[in-house]
């Protein structure tokens, strides 16, 4: 139409989508707040930023692979002949790959960082890069990633799409879609009644062309319709795989924070965040408090990418944690590092940002965006939301 | 230092013929009312391919050698690997046609490790090896390296796989056997607007990719050109998971399709995630798609969706038959890229145009790949001559269908079916 068309609908902001992408944010920072608490309860432990935690999560993932694959959904298999999959199918998957995920988190722990726990504290931090890159690389010459593997959507036996309208449409506007819905049913019939008579779909007869364009003619009307029906009312639309996401992802925070608080393990815990070697004259295996640090921080990587990879059946390669691993990591030192609520608040957070400035039509910068709301809050608080300011020296 | 003098001449034509390029396709929006054709851009860009001023390298003693720079590492591995078999494969049969008498043909391999830097230093090694001339690489990025090497040397390349329209502009020693991006673009706009009768259709472009940018681009460029309305377009990048955020914008603005112009790893879910935003429309796309992947990935979201591919397995002309018979002898199994096909191609013109020298030389060799005419490829039948080494040749329109169908193709769209 009018040159620079593309940039002018940019700007243009539609309130009727907000609520949708509100929710989008909330689901999308659940993900990032489950990675974040792994990095977040590594660093309150021992002051050790685990850049291996990505890649932990990318192992998750391809566990959940590998258990769809002994299931029997594999790639090569026709759609009608796959098996069955249920709630415990998933419980499966889940259990294992946060099993493998807890073990390979404890092995890190114990062969990469243990040693190095008395040196300065810039080489565990450069022994974590070590691992991080070690794992990327070696898990490319192991794992299958030609061409990147996905997991088969039937694993999800939750694939449906949920509606909330919150405002409704005039009865009018619905009852003219349905006119319109008619009329296109009827032209789409008898176009397919011609089509039985023609020989090849895509080379069609004159009368053949006139009956399709009368049925493309009813469709486009269809949707003028549908489109008007559609920006008068509210709706909310989520992948019922994606609330799935939400609720087990609050599922585990609340078990975390549970076991935190009113658990002796989780008193020790907090011992040794606050102080190591106080911690361990007062009698506390610190040691073991550390396992369990990476047992649980691990697992919980593992749920994280066993529910992205599954609901969201996004293509697994041996870099599969590294833009999820940085951004949880961001999430976690905007809620401030070390802090387990804050890790939840800044992933939530993030998450609805940058759906929002896709929302506001600047997709484009939606990877940007996590990184400017990070310096803008560590601009005023430099310990992050709900970090503590003391100045550390790392 | 020597090399250095003779850069400024081939830097400021490959500038005059980008300024030129760009100029043409940026103000696209004004021109369009005035142009009534698409053809028109090519035609430009004629007179500004310069012609390599060295003598290039010349055969010594009975071997004749060629080059090949392919990833044969890397994250493009698997189409490096298909279009390496597709050469070889290629090179066995013209030596059981009989070759060329007295004359040996030998292929040397460079690898382009799957990222320009090293496309670049493969490629000028072969050249420094004295191949006569080079065929690869896979991706667009790559090839515009090996070219730039190869112009300065005077030596020819034959792209195996490079789509977008500023690869051959490089210089008169660049050609291609695949499609241009724009071709491409133009026959989907096409199938969109006149086969599916989709009117308002919405852009998803993956903003990492030159690939897809250029793609997009060119389908909003012909898809208006034809009274279509583009009624939105949003960004993602490569490797990213979730696109919620933008289905949910292109949702809102009711397009009664959907072209996908990124690679198949990322428009799998996409689609599949269309799917439960609630738009029910036509998905479309390009030859990225093509990956028996995306059948996986996308699901029961991609089935009925379209894109443009330069091959296809099921096609029952002659040459397909043949190659997949021999690719079944020589590596098992049907090729898993299209880059198979494009790779025998590129092997099977050069030797072919090696078989019409008049001297065993790079500047003969240039010539003669020029003069080729009507060549039966696998892919289509190509025609390099006066055509800025794009061919002209026709592209497949493919429908994903349910395993155990797959791809299956629906039209074949020949550039004079569009006008060209």
């Known amino acids: 139409?009018?040159?620079?068309?593309?940039?002018?609908?940019?700007?243009?902001?539609?309130?009727?989508?907000?609520?949708?992408?509100?929710?989008?944010?909330?689901?999308?920072?659940?993900?990032?707040?489950?990675?974040?608490?792994?990095?977040?309860?590594?660093?309150?432990?021992?002051?050790?930023?685990?850049?291996?935690?990505?890649?932990?999560?990318?192992?998750?993932?391809?566990?959940?692979?590998?258990?769809?694959?002994?299931?029997?959904?594999?790639?090569?298999?026709?759609?009608?002949?796959?098996?069955?999959?249920?709630?415990?199918?998933?419980?499966?998957?889940?259990?294992?790959?946060?099993?493998?995920?807890?073990?390979?988190?404890v092995l890190i722990e114990r062969f990469a960082y243990r040693p190095m726990r008395n040196q300065a504290r810039i080489s565990s931090l450069i022994t974590a890069i070590g691992v991080s890159l070690l794992l990327q690389y070696g898990g490319g010459l192991f794992l299958p990633q030609n061409p990147p593997p996905t997991m088969n959507e039937r694993v999800n036996p939750y694939r449906q799409t949920l509606e909330l309208t919150l405002v409704g449409a005039p009865q009018q506007l619905s009852e003219v879609v349905e006119a319109a819905r008619r009329e296109f049913q009827a032209a789409e019939r008898t176009f397919e009644e011609r089509l039985k008579s023609e020989k090849d779909q895509f080379n069609l007869s004159p009368e053949g062309q006139r009956l399709r364009d009368a049925k493309f003619e009813a469709e486009r009307r269809l949707r003028d319709a549908e489109s008007k029906l559609n920006s008068a009312q509210v709706t909310v639309r989520v992948g019922a795989g994606r609330l799935a996401i939400l609720v087990a992802?609050?599922?585990?925070?609340?078990?975390?924070?549970?076991?935190?608080?009113?658990?002796?393990?989780?008193?020790?815990?907090?011992?040794?965040?606050?102080?190591?070697?106080?911690?361990?004259?007062?009698?506390?295996?610190?040691?073991?408090?550390?396992?369990?640090?990476?047992?649980?921080?691990?697992?919980?990587?593992?749920?994280?990418?066993?529910?992205?990879?599954?609901?969201?059946?996004?293509?697994?390669?041996?870099?599969?944690?590294?833009?999820?691993?940085?951004?949880?990591?961001?999430?976690?030192?905007?809620?401030?590092?070390?802090?387990?609520?804050?890790?939840?608040?800044?992933?939530?957070?993030?998450?609805?940002?940058?759906?929002?400035?896709?929302?506001?039509?600047?997709?484009?910068?939606?990877?940007?965006?996590?990184?400017?709301?990070?310096?803008?809050?560590?601009?005023?608080?430099?310990?992050?939301?709900?970090?503590?300011s003391a100045v550390e020296k790392v | 230092m020597h090399v250095r003098r003779t850069i400024p001449a081939a830097v400021w034509a490959a500038l005059i013929a980008g300024v030129l390029a760009t100029g043409c396709s940026g103000s696209g929006d004004a021109q369009k009312q005035e142009q009534p054709s698409g053809g028109e851009a090519p035609k430009t860009s004629a007179n500004v391919r310069p012609q390599p001023t060295a003598e290039g390298n010349k055969a010594e003693g009975d071997t004749l050698k060629i080059g090949i720079v392919v990833p044969i590492n890397g994250d493009q591995k698997p189409w490096g690997d298909d279009a390496l078999n597709g050469a070889q494969i290629a090179l066995e049969d013209f030596n059981k046609q009989g070759g060329i008498p007295g004359k040996k043909v030998e292929l040397v391999i460079g690898d382009s490790g799957?990222?320009?830097?090293?496309?670049?230093?493969?490629?000028?090694?072969?050249?420094?090896?004295?191949?006569?001339?080079?065929?690869g690489d896979v991706t667009s990025s790559n090839t515009i390296q090996i070219a730039k090497s190869a112009f300065e040397k005077g030596v020819p390349v034959v792209s195996i796989g490079a789509t977008n329209d500023d690869v051959t502009k490089q210089g008169a020693n660049v050609f291609r056997v695949c499609y241009v991006d724009s071709f491409q673009g133009e026959v989907m706009a096409e199938f969109a607007h006149k086969d599916l009768g989709l009117r308002n259709v919405?852009?998803?472009?993956?903003?990492?990719?030159?690939?897809?940018?250029?793609?997009?681009?060119?389908?909003?460029?012909?898809?208006?050109?034809?009274?279509?309305?583009?009624?939105?377009?949003?960004?993602?990048?490569?490797?990213?998971?979730?696109?919620?955020?933008?289905?949910?914008?292109?949702?809102?603005?009711?397009p009664d399709g959907l072209f996908l112009s990124g690679y198949f790893p990322e428009v799998g879910p996409i689609v599949k995630s269309a799917k439960a935003a609630g738009l029910n429309v036509k998905f479309l796309g390009g030859d990225g798609w093509?990956?028996?992947?995306?059948?996986?990935?996308?699901?029961?979201?991609?089935?009925?969706?379209?894109?443009?591919?330069?091959?296809?397995?099921?096609?029952?002309?002659?040459?397909?038959?043949?190659?997949?018979?021999?690719?079944?002898?020589?590596?098992?199994?049907?090729?898993?890229?299209?880059?198979?096909?494009?790779?025998?191609?590129?092997?099977?013109?050069?030797?072919?145009?090696?078989?019409?020298?008049?001297?065993?030389?790079?500047?003969?060799?240039?010539?003669?790949?020029?003069?080729?005419?009507?060549?039966?490829?696998?892919?289509?039948?190509?025609?390099?001559?006066?055509?800025?080494?794009?061919?002209?040749?026709?592209?497949?329109?493919?429908?994903?269908?349910?395993?155990?169908?797959?791809?299956?193709?629906?039209?074949?769209?020949?550039?004079?079916?569009?006008?060209?």
Request: aromatic letters at 8%; a neutral charge.
């Open chain 1, 1 to 105: 139409m009018v040159p620079g068309a593309g940039l002018s609908l940019a700007a243009a902001l539609d309130f009727g989508t907000l609520p949708s992408q509100i929710v989008n944010g909330v689901l999308n920072g659940a993900i990032y707040a489950l990675i974040a608490l792994g990095y977040t309860m590594v660093y309150g432990v021992l002051r050790l930023i685990n850049f291996a935690h990505g890649e932990v999560y990318m192992l998750g993932a391809y566990t959940a692979l590998f258990v769809s694959w002994a299931y029997g959904f594999r790639p090569d298999v026709p759609p009608d002949q796959l098996p069955e999959s249920s709630l415990a199918t998933l419980l499966v998957m889940m259990l294992a790959s946060m099993a493998v995920c807890a073990t390979v988190g």
């Open chain 1, 249 to 388: 992802s609050l599922l585990l925070m609340f078990l975390l924070r549970q076991l935190v608080l009113f658990t002796p393990t989780g008193r020790a815990m907090r011992a040794v965040s606050q102080d190591f070697d106080s911690a361990a004259l007062m009698g506390v295996n610190v040691d073991r408090i550390v396992t369990i640090t990476f047992v649980i921080g691990s697992a919980l990587a593992g749920a994280g990418a066993m529910m992205t990879a599954t609901f969201l059946g996004t293509s697994i390669t041996p870099y599969y944690g590294v833009l999820p691993g940085v951004k949880a990591f961001v999430a976690a030192v905007l809620g401030g590092i070390g802090n387990i609520p804050g890790a939840v608040l800044g992933g939530l957070l993030m998450g609805v940002a940058e759906t929002l400035v896709i929302w506001a039509g600047y997709s484009q910068f939606a990877d940007a965006v996590a990184f400017v709301v990070l310096i803008v809050v560590l601009l005023f608080r430099p310990g992050g939301l709900l970090g503590s």
């Open chain 2, 114 to 135: 799957s990222n320009t830097e090293q496309a670049k230093s493969a490629a000028e090694k072969l050249i420094s090896d004295g191949v006569l001339g080079i065929i």
């Open chain 2, 202 to 254: 919405a852009l998803l472009t993956d903003r990492k990719q030159a690939y897809s940018v250029g793609l997009s681009n060119n389908f909003r460029k012909h898809f208006e050109q034809l009274g279509g309305k583009i009624v939105g377009e949003e960004f993602y990048e490569t490797k990213q998971t979730t696109f919620t955020g933008q289905l949910t914008n292109l949702k809102a603005k009711n």
């Open chain 2, 290 to 420: 093509d990956s028996k992947e995306i059948l996986n990935s996308g699901g029961e979201a991609i089935v009925g969706g379209f894109f443009c591919n330069h091959y296809n397995n099921k096609d029952t002309r002659p040459q397909v038959q043949h190659f997949l018979k021999r690719w079944k002898e020589k590596v098992g199994g049907e090729p898993g890229t299209t880059m198979a096909a494009l790779g025998y191609d590129a092997m099977a013109v050069i030797l072919d145009a090696l078989k019409r020298c008049k001297s065993y030389d790079s500047k003969s060799l240039t010539a003669a790949i020029e003069e080729t005419e009507n060549f039966p490829g696998v892919t289509g039948d190509l025609t390099l001559k006066g055509q800025n080494g794009n061919p002209r040749k026709r592209a497949l329109v493919v429908e994903v269908r349910p395993l155990p169908e797959g791809f299956v193709m629906r039209k074949a769209i020949e550039p004079k079916d569009l006008g060209q």
